[in-house]
């Protein structure tokens, strides 16, 4: 391992001595100046408040706290916050001090929501009759009845007295993921949606379209979730690749006509607000990164980041504070493949995250299949001069894509470090992104995926494809296995012309289902991720429990490869 980590090394080393690469960030450096908080709230994300209160950790989960409605106003809550303070010694409220002022100030988590059971839910889709194993069959029926607990909607007075909450305001119903996570989250939701899709639920998919939506008319971007502390960060940016599906389902061009411009509007956040230029050779490339310029802990982990920043000076905590939010609006919150010291074994852990550092494939794949879209989406309503603005910005990401990520010697596109000026050669399924999404002109690059994958161990686990080969504790790398990466890497190797490239699909999403499946019969509940080793048993690792009774989407695989049914029914990967 340590041989093959040298190895790569040197490869890319020289790879970049070649090539001659500068990098230009603007307004990279100083940034840990002046940094504003997560929110203006002085009581869910900035202030003593909220510092004390998480310090002491009362719950066991700093997340609880935050999502706790308030009783009263927040001048009330903060002006009774402050008489206690003021009349004890030190200003350092005690836990129990604590434990009351929150008890009656605040109340118990969920209150902002109502329950909701969606009026298109049927208890016998389409799909079902795709699937000719019967257990397979009952087990997919289970999963379509699990949309009617997880259905919300937002209570109106969210709307007319936010400061009492920390959620989010919505206006239409939606599907929360489930667990810890009460609200709705922006990535996530793109699976949701397809299922929700896959599941005749068209109606449905069309108002947590119009939630984000709106969310954009309102902030210019999508927050990373429903809550006002997450409100200054966004996710991976699926809200065109969302309307694509649901176009796939409905053929709803008018709501397309309507809307169109918001897409643009998004489009345009990750372009003037996370973009990086690189010069390779002569030639100058604009891609894009994550780059959440906003300081002090997360209030959702605040306990936790603290801790990890104790030894450190206030700049490199601010600094630290915002790598971290930077690695969270990835979704991958958190893996090695944020850590400046790289390739394993090199020793890394949480602190060394440098996820700004870091311009990913997948990501700049997610938008060229946006800039696909919208090219696309202007050209069907009739907008040439649009659409080949589109074409053209689409053009010129290809060429960026491969001039920075594709390296000729592991035959697969690889993360780009600004720090290092060089590519990153560990495995991450993210890799091969770009094979989903499109984003590629040399038809062979199925075909040397293919290699790629067969010249590591990943192949290896019968239990799923790993997030990484590394072992660092963090949810996100090894042994854990991730549904929102299974299916990118099924997907594009299915769809591809190579024989072989479909063979490894078929086989992957098989094992994929065949894991989840026998999860679902022991434990009667779907995980958020799963473990790879062994015998195979939900995933671990990271700041919280493993999450269950996520959407039924978390194992949707789209269309099945076009190989011959062996063992368990291809019609199995559309559950």
């Known amino acids: 391992m340590i041989e093959m980590a040298c190895s790569a090394r040197i490869l890319v080393t020289a790879w970049c001595f070649f090539v001659g690469i500068s990098v230009f960030v603007p307004g990279w450096q100083g940034l840990v100046y002046g940094l504003p908080p997560p929110c203006e709230s002085q009581i869910y994300c900035t202030g003593d408040l909220l510092k004390q209160v998480q310090l002491a950790r009362l719950f066991s989960d700093d997340k609880h706290f935050v999502d706790m409605p308030l009783r009263e106003s927040p001048e009330l809550v903060l002006k009774t916050f402050q008489q206690l303070v003021n009349v004890t010694p030190g200003g350092i409220l005690s836990k129990e001090q604590l434990q009351q002022f929150v008890s009656s100030s605040f109340s118990d988590p969920g209150q902002e929501f109502e329950q909701w059971e969606p009026q298109d839910w049927t208890s016998s889709p389409q799909i079902l009759a795709k699937i000719s194993d019967q257990k397979l069959q009952v087990w997919a029926s ?196 944020w850590f400046l010291s790289w390739p394993p074994p090199l020793p890394a852990t949480l602190k060394d995250t440098k996820a700004r550092a870091v311009v990913p494939v997948d990501l700049n794949a997610f938008l060229c299949k946006t800039e696909h879209l919208l090219a696309s989406f202007y050209r069907r309503l009739g907008n040439t001069t649009k659409a080949a603005q589109f074409q053209a910005t689409l053009e010129r990401r290809l060429e960026a894509v491969q001039a920075v990520f594709w390296n000729e010697a592991a035959g697969v596109w690889l993360d780009f470090n600004l720090l290092k000026k060089q590519p990153n050669p560990a495995f991450y399924p993210s890799n091969l992104a770009p094979l989903w999404t499109d984003c590629f002109s040399d038809q062979a690059a199925a075909e040397r995926a293919v290699r790629y994958l067969e010249g590591s161990t990943v192949l290896s686990y019968k239990n799923g494809l790993p997030t990484s080969l590394a072992r660092t504790g963090e949810q996100w790398d090894l042994p854990n296995a991730w549904p929102p990466l299974q299916h990118m890497v099924i997907a594009g190797l299915a769809k591809s012309s190579s024989l072989r490239a479909k063979e490894i699909a078929f086989a992957l999403a098989q094992n994929w289902v065949r894991t989840n499946f026998a999860l679902y019969k022991k434990y009667q509940a779907m995980f958020e991720k799963y473990n790879v080793d062994g015998d195979g048993k939900p995933g671990a690792g990271g700041e919280y429990q493993v999450q269950h009774n996520r959407e039924p989407s978390c194992i949707y695989l789209g269309q099945p490869p076009e190989t011959p049914s062996r063992g368990m029914s291809v019609q199995s990967q559309n559950l």
């Open 142 to 337: 289970d999963l379509n009845a699990k949309w009617k607990s997880l259905g919300r909607k937002i209570k109106d007075d969210v709307r007319t007295h936010p400061m009492f909450y920390s959620q989010i305001y919505v206006p239409h119903p939606l599907m929360v993921p489930g667990g810890r996570f009460i609200e709705y989250y922006y990535w996530d939701s793109y699976w949701v949606i397809e299922g929700l899709l896959l599941s005749e639920m068209a109606v449905t998919a069309k108002g947590m379209i119009q939630n984000f939506l709106y969310l954009v008319e309102r902030y210019g971007h999508i927050p990373n979730g429903g809550r006002v502390y997450y409100l200054r960060r966004s996710q991976p940016p699926f809200l065109t690749l969302m309307m694509d599906a649901y176009l796939a389902h409905a053929n709803d061009t008018e709501f397309l006509r309507e809307n169109i411009h918001l897409l643009e509007v998004e489009y345009e956040f990750w372009q003037r607000n996370r973009s990086v230029s690189i010069t390779v050779g002569d030639r100058n490339h604009t891609l894009n990164y994550y780059n959440v310029q906003i300081g002090e802990p997360r209030p959702e982990s605040y306990s936790k980041d603290w801790e990890l920043a104790t030894d450190l000076n206030e700049d490199a905590r601010q600094e630290l504070w915002a790598e971290l939010k930077s690695a969270a609006e990835s979704g991958w919150d958190f893996s090695s493949r």
